[in-house]
């Protein structure tokens, strides 16, 4: 039996003035995974398809900070983040 893959979305916000880590602002699967992505779609926001990081921080709750037990997965998807914006903005 094959399974159905279901779409889930993340969505973290970084403020290294404010947080000592990034926090889930958002998190869902099917329709609301969806909206997630259109939504950073829409706002030219970078997206990040890592299905073991979303597995771990799916399980976070609502405006709780990333565990530093993930925090090299994290850095690696701000650094592709930094590198995206920087690419837009050489544009």
Known sequence: MEKKYIQKAVALKYDRKKDD??????????KVAEKIIELARKHDIPIKDDPDLI?????????QEVPSEIYVAVAELLAFVYSMNSKRSLK
């Open 21 to 30: 880590a990034p926090r889930v602002t958002a998190k869902g699967k099917g």
């Open 55 to 63: 597995e771990v921080l799916s399980s976070l709750d609502i405006n």
